[in-house]
């Protein structure tokens, strides 16, 4: 009863908060102005990361069984979720923010937040990481928080993939924990639970046509969130194909952030520099309404979360079949979508404060 409690606050607090915030993002200056690479025509209020946090953090607290890796969470979504606001309201630089994200990372080290060893898919061999595991969990947690924040484009779309994410992040955990027996599942189900259900209630404000966009603070406090939930829970797995879950889970984020970079590589352009090739611009290219591009992605979403569970249930060599599967649909798909042609675009440029994504990639 207490933890179903959790959710019903998470979704309520989330539902009632987010009006508020769109009155402080005025009153802020946390606004995102049309531009164009924007698919919005209006002015729009942008610290959605705040009612999202407080619907996260508040329940998790109260309901939750406090120990040192959910500590260590908290005050790592706190520090990701200020840096955030700050870019939100001021603007920042994106090597600045990237440096946020990192010491937000480091944050979870002291708290026993780590990868501290991989599984060989091969041969099921556990390797200890030793003090590499320290750059391993760097490395994912500001990459996923950058690929969530990269997808941010459209009304709904991060915070509908992440709350598919965290509801597969659930899905397995407790696939692990009663079919498995492996121990340290149940704070992890919770905490992806309690997330799902905040977005659930930030979505009634979010989705197309949005009354408030996640900003920085929203996008990059799902991301640090779902990496992190995945370190605690999900990548401690010994089973051979565990290293290969999370970035399933998370595919869509994951995938847009790698064709973006092999992207500008082609194009001799920055790596930070913005454009307008993502995911949800080719399919709106392709003639897809704002909403079905959306739904379009969640459903993408929702096969790879499926997969993610199969995963988690098959033997070694089905998994390495149905991951053989799940590449090569990408690589055609993609190929098919856009996101690998080199198209030169010219990207106008503004201050940070006109355009919404501009340090998002």
Known sequence: MEKLIALLMACVLAWIITPRIVKYSFAWGAVDLPGPRKVHGKVMPRLGGVALYVAFVLPVLLTVQPNHMVYGLLLGATLIMLVGVIDDIRGISPWVKLGGQVIAALSLIP????????????????????????????????????????????????????????????????????????????????????????LVGFLRHNFYPARIFLGDSGAMLLGF?????????????????????????????????????????????????????????????????????????YGVSALLGVSA????????DQAMVLLVILATATIVSAGKIGLLRSVRRTVGSAPHNSSQHLSKM
């Open 309 to 316: 569970v199969i995963l988690n249930l098959v033997t070694s």
């Open 225 to 297: 969130v779902l990496a992190t939930m995945a370190v605690m829970g999900l990548m401690k797995s010994i089973a051979a194909v565990s290293i290969f879950i999370p970035p399933v889970i998370l595919g869509i984020p994951l995938l847009d952030v790698v064709f973006a970079v092999f992207r500008r590589c082609r194009q001799s352009r920055p790596i930070f520099q913005a454009d307008r090739e993502h995911l949800h611009h080719q399919l709106l290219d392709l003639g897809l309404s704002h909403r079905q591009a959306v739904l379009a992605i």
């Open 111 to 198: 708290f026993g937040v780590g990868i501290s060893f991989v599984t060989n898919p091969l041969n099921g061999h556990i390797i200890g990481l030793g003090w590499w595991g320290i750059p391993v969990t760097l490395l994912w947690v500001v990459a996923v928080t950058n690929a969530v924040n990269l997808i941010d484009g459209l009304d709904g779309l991060a915070g509908g993939v992440s709350c598919i994410a965290a509801l597969t992040i659930a899905a397995v955990g407790w696939t692990q924990w009663k079919v498995f027996g492996a121990a340290g599942q149940q704070e992890v189900i919770i905490l992806a639970l309690i997330l799902a259900a905040a």
